[in-house]
């Protein structure tokens, strides 16, 4: 075929794509060449000379990281010549490294070791003193610099350019005493600084998180989801003994976040260890929280739930699991007997609710990560996706720098992204129905008028560029659809826009950007008010249907929203059990969650800490966190992903699963029996129509999308 080419390596022929790397090329024959500076999401730059090969016909060396592979080529890798030059080189690189291996992070994991012993000199030849700097230097508060360690590969540098677009790093003082720095005045400031650590071969850029706390050969690895967006990041959990959460890494998945991770993920899981966590249930006695067994606290707890009769409610979390979620909204459903669930408490419109559940059940949000770089034009309506989604950022920036795509851009305020834009539309916040339906028009051609705060020129560039696309993917914000009155109409007119796309003979998908966790699991278990599990809208038909497939007694009222549940405490709701959310903490709704919160007869908290809603309860029920459990979350693009625990659950916490079993046990339910996870799954798989057909072991490392039917 003429875009492919074949060669020899080691006398082993290969057939390749004509622009695969020699480097490349000789990994798929098992062929290992030492690199420093080489790294496959990055561009090549031949930098550090260690990968240097003999190519038939060529005069000199070739640098194998840089040089593309042609038809009939013939390298050389295993020659006394190239073996001594890579050990020349290593020579080069350890005259002023200094041999801290014992107390370096990188001890142990570390490619200038391994290089040095498969293929460096057995000694030294250099006699003088070796280069000295002040050690470590903070780049960041997260990022510390130890410059003599540093052998100039350049990758933390190209990574901030090349990939994040924030080139805060460089190299200073070009010459014999070139380093790393940061911009006088600057610190290194980026979502993804971290990804420069994980980068480095050799140990001069250092997580000030990690540092001195463990050595790789006591850690183990555990495979798992950051659950702190969206996004769902592949990641790894290294524990020391199964007790203590050392670190964070990214996990390669080429479809979700390639081989990187935000800080947020990386560095803000250390509540896992933090001494504060709880370890005991407490239950309030004579005004005041005291320990008591688990059996205890949750005979009182469903003791005054019951008091409260159909008068109560329940609050899920948008960041656990897909296997807790659906037990919680079970049973606030079959055990309290109320609809009243909901997964946050940002205020909910029932329009809103409506459109989440018509747009997702209804086949509009049809979309993948993995569509960004392959689609024209990105439209993204309502979401600031560097802060929300960073990895969405990056995946953004791809398609715009390497792929030649368009980012029409629409957001109330200048974002990160904004730069980008081609071009960007800063319509009116609260004004997004109006917004997208004259949108719509324009790029219709029908008669319409600039909606408030967005240029006549910029809608009439937009349209223009939209209608010329032969592919375009829609990105919405869930929370956009969520808190809208007009929610309805903001579908509707998406609706009618991706009609106008298709007219035009483009090829259009969607995809609802959920900013949480697993949002987007949350609601298709049943944590979306107003229905049931797989966006079954509650009626008298599905009351039927779900009581057939629980075999209990089931609501036949609608269900408040999380809002609506606190501002009628006192008054509709007397009792709330709340699972994995802080009201009172909230940024902007705590003073009046806090006012609401106290008019309650009861409220249940099942969480990590004594937070201030923790800390107003009756009963507060200790949880493990996603690195102490396993189960399922569901990515914004409606990827099913498993986490696996990496320590055990700290004291006597539990994971949500075992409290709501335990909970639906002594209050005499049936139904709650599952004892391992998968079960569970199991059950939603059944329940859910999306996630039919997908087994708990088909998920696989990497996940799997349920299909919009």
Same mark, same amino acid.
């Given at each position: 075929?003429?875009?492919?080419?074949?060669?020899?390596?080691?006398?082993?022929?290969?057939?390749?794509?004509?622009?695969?790397?020699?480097?490349?090329?000789?990994?798929?024959?098992?062929?290992?060449?030492?690199?420093?500076?080489?790294?496959?999401?990055?561009?090549?730059?031949?930098?550090?000379?260690?990968?240097?090969? &003999?190519?038939?016909?060529?005069?000199?060396?070739?640098?194998?990281?840089?040089?593309?592979?042609? &038809?009939?080529?013939?390298? !050389?890798?295993?020659?006394?010549? =190239?073996?001594?030059?890579?050990?020349?080189?290593?020579?080069?690189?350890?005259?002023?490294?200094?041999? &801290?291996?014992?107390?370096?992070?990188?001890?142990?994991?570390?490619?200038?070791?391994?290089?040095?012993?498969?293929?460096?000199?057995?000694?030294?030849?250099?006699?003088?003193?070796?280069?000295?700097?002040?050690?470590?230097?903070?780049?960041?508060?997260?990022?510390?610099?130890?410059?003599?360690?540093?052998?100039?590969?350049?990758?933390?540098?190209? +990574?901030?350019? /090349?990939?994040?677009?924030?080139?805060?790093?460089?190299?200073?003082?070009?010459?014999?005493?070139?380093?790393?720095?940061?911009?006088?005045?600057?610190?290194?400031?980026?979502?993804?600084?971290?990804?420069?650590?994980?980068?480095?071969?050799?140990?001069?850029?250092?997580?000030?998180?990690?540092?001195?706390?463990?050595?790789?050969?006591?850690?183990?690895?555990?495979?798992?989801?950051?659950?702190?967006?969206?996004?769902?990041?592949?990641?790894?959990?290294?524990?020391?003994?199964?007790?203590?959460?050392?670190?964070?890494?990214?996990?390669?998945?080429?479809?979700?976040?390639?081989?990187?991770?935000?800080?947020?993920?990386?560095?803000?899981?250390?509540?896992?260890?933090?001494?504060? !966590?709880?370890?005991?249930?407490?239950?309030?006695?004579?005004?005041?929280?005291?320990? %008591?067994?688990?059996?205890?606290?949750?005979?009182?707890?469903?003791?005054?739930?019951?008091?409260?009769?159909?008068?109560?409610?329940?609050?899920?979390?948008?960041?656990?699991?897909?296997?807790?979620?659906?037990? +919680?909204?079970?049973?606030?459903?079959?055990?309290?007997?109320?609809?009243?669930?909901?997964?946050?408490?940002?205020?909910?419109?029932?329009?809103?609710?409506?459109?989440?559940?018509?747009?997702?059940?209804?086949?509009?949000?049809?979309?993948?990560?993995?569509?960004?770089?392959?689609?024209?034009?990105?439209?993204?309506?309502?979401?600031?996706?560097?802060?929300?989604?960073?990895?969405?950022?990056? @995946?953004?920036?791809?398609?715009?720098?390497?792929?030649?795509?368009?980012?029409?851009?629409?957001?109330?305020?200048?974002?990160?992204?904004?730069?980008?834009?081609?071009?960007?539309?800063?319509?009116?916040?609260?004004?997004?129905?109006?917004?997208?339906?004259?949108?719509?028009? #324009?790029?219709?051609?029908? #008669? @319409?008028?600039?909606?408030?705060?967005?240029?006549?020129?910029?809608?009439?560039?937009?349209?223009?560029?939209?209608?010329?696309?032969?592919?375009?993917?829609?990105?919405?914000?869930?929370?956009?659809?969520?808190?809208?009155?007009?929610?309805?109409?903001?579908?509707?007119?998406?609706? @009618?826009?991706?009609? %106008?796309?298709?007219?035009?003979?483009?090829?259009?998908?969607?995809?609802?950007?959920?900013?949480?966790?697993?949002?987007?699991?949350?609601?298709?278990?049943?944590?979306?008010?107003?229905?049931?599990?797989?966006?079954?809208?509650?009626?008298? /038909?599905?009351?039927?249907?779900? /009581?057939?497939?629980?075999?209990?007694?089931?609501?036949?009222?609608?269900?408040?929203?999380?809002?609506?549940?606190?501002?009628?405490?006192?008054?509709?709701?007397?009792?709330?059990?709340?699972?994995?959310?802080?009201?009172?903490?909230?940024?902007?709704?705590?003073?009046?969650?806090?006012?609401?919160?106290?008019?309650?007869?009861?409220?249940? =908290?099942?969480?990590?800490?004594?937070?201030?809603?923790?800390?107003? %309860?009756?009963?507060?029920?200790?949880?493990?966190?996603?690195?102490?459990?396993?189960?399922?979350?569901?990515?914004?693009?409606?990827?099913?992903?498993?986490?696996?625990?990496?320590?055990?659950?700290?004291? &006597?916490?539990?994971?949500?699963?075992?409290?709501?079993?335990?909970?639906?046990?002594?209050?005499?339910?049936?139904?709650?029996?599952?004892?391992?996870?998968?079960?569970?799954?199991?059950?939603?798989?059944?329940?859910?129509?999306?996630?039919?057909?997908?087994?708990?072991?088909?998920?696989?490392?990497?996940? !799997?999308?349920?299909?919009? !039917?």
């Amino acid at each position: 075929m003429a875009d492919e080419v074949t060669l020899t390596i080691d006398g082993q022929q290969i057939t390749v794509p004509k622009d695969t790397l020699v480097l490349d090329a000789a990994k798929m024959l098992g062929i290992d060449i030492p690199v420093f500076c080489y790294h496959h999401k990055l561009e090549p730059v031949g930098a550090c000379r260690q990968c240097l090969v &003999d190519i038939e016909g060529f005069r000199k060396p070739q640098v194998s990281c840089s040089t593309k592979v042609a &038809d009939g080529m013939v390298v !050389r890798t295993n020659t006394p010549e =190239v073996r001594e030059m890579w050990k020349s080189i290593l020579e080069f690189l350890l005259i002023n490294h200094p041999l &801290d291996c014992p107390v370096c992070d990188r001890g142990g994991e570390c490619p200038l070791q391994d290089n040095t012993f498969a293929y460096g000199p057995t000694d030294s030849r250099f006699e003088h003193e070796k280069r000295h700097f002040v050690k470590p230097v903070p780049l960041s508060a997260l990022v510390l610099m130890d410059r003599e360690r540093c052998i100039m590969c350049f990758r933390c540098v190209r +990574f901030q350019r /090349e990939i994040v677009d924030h080139p805060q790093i460089f190299v200073s003082n070009r010459g014999s005493g070139d380093y790393i720095d940061i911009f006088r005045g600057k610190p290194f400031e980026s979502n993804f600084s971290g990804n420069t650590i994980e980068l480095c071969p050799v140990g001069a850029l250092l997580s000030s998180v990690f540092r001195f706390r463990a050595r790789p050969w006591e850690m183990t690895s555990t495979e798992s989801i950051c659950p702190d967006c969206g996004v769902g990041c592949n990641m790894q959990i290294h524990d020391r003994g199964k007790r203590y959460v050392a670190r964070f890494l990214a996990r390669n998945n080429d479809e979700v976040n390639e081989d990187w991770l935000c800080d947020r993920g990386r560095f803000d899981s250390t509540f896992i260890n933090d001494p504060e !966590r709880l370890t005991k249930p407490l239950v309030r006695k004579n005004g005041e929280l005291q320990e %008591a067994t688990w059996e205890e606290a949750l005979k009182v707890a469903i003791s005054l739930m019951r008091k409260a009769g159909e008068k109560t409610a329940g609050l899920g979390s948008p960041n656990r699991t897909n296997e807790q979620n659906y037990l +919680f909204q079970k049973f606030i459903r079959c055990v309290l007997g109320t609809n009243n669930i909901d997964f946050t408490i940002e205020p909910r419109s029932v329009d809103g609710a409506d459109a989440l559940a018509a747009g997702l059940s209804g086949g509009m949000f049809n979309g993948s990560i993995r569509d960004i770089p392959n689609s024209e034009i990105i439209l993204s309506i309502g979401s600031d996706i560097s802060f929300d989604l960073p990895l969405i950022d990056l @995946w953004i920036k791809k398609a715009v720098w390497r792929h030649g795509s368009k980012l029409v851009f629409a957001y109330p305020l200048a974002a990160e992204l904004t730069k980008y834009a081609s071009p960007f539309l800063p319509y009116h916040e609260g004004k997004e129905a109006e917004f997208i339906s004259e949108f719509s028009s #324009a790029v219709k051609g029908i #008669a @319409w008028k600039p909606p408030a705060g967005v240029e006549k020129e910029n809608i009439e560039s937009a349209a223009k560029t939209l209608k010329e696309a032969k592919s375009v993917l829609i990105l919405v914000s869930e929370t956009l659809l969520r808190s809208a009155e007009r929610g309805m109409d903001i579908l509707d007119s998406l609706n @009618w826009l991706i009609d %106008a796309f298709k007219g035009f003979g483009a090829d259009v998908s969607a995809m609802l950007l959920t900013r949480d966790g697993n949002a987007q699991g949350a609601m298709d278990v049943g944590l979306l008010p107003g229905y049931y599990p797989g966006y079954r809208k509650i009626s008298p /038909e599905t009351r039927v249907e779900m /009581e057939g497939l629980w075999a209990s007694k089931l609501s036949s009222e609608r269900g408040l929203s999380g809002w609506k549940m606190l501002e009628k405490a006192g008054d509709d709701i007397f009792a709330l059990w709340i699972m994995g959310l802080d009201p009172v903490g909230h940024l902007v709704y705590g003073d009046n969650a806090k006012e609401l919160l106290s008019r309650l007869n009861a409220l249940i =908290v099942q969480d990590y800490f004594l937070t201030e809603t923790a800390k107003m %309860a009756d009963v507060v029920l200790p949880s493990s966190t996603f690195a102490e459990t396993k189960g399922t979350l569901t990515n914004t693009e409606r990827r099913i992903q498993r986490i696996s625990p990496a320590i055990r659950p700290i004291g &006597d916490s539990l994971p949500d699963t075992d409290i709501i079993q335990k909970a639906a046990f002594l209050a005499g339910a049936s139904g709650f029996d599952f004892g391992r996870i998968e079960n569970i799954y199991d059950e939603i798989s059944q329940v859910v129509p999306g996630y039919n057909g997908i087994s708990y072991d088909s998920l696989g490392p990497l996940g !799997r999308q349920w299909e919009v !039917r």
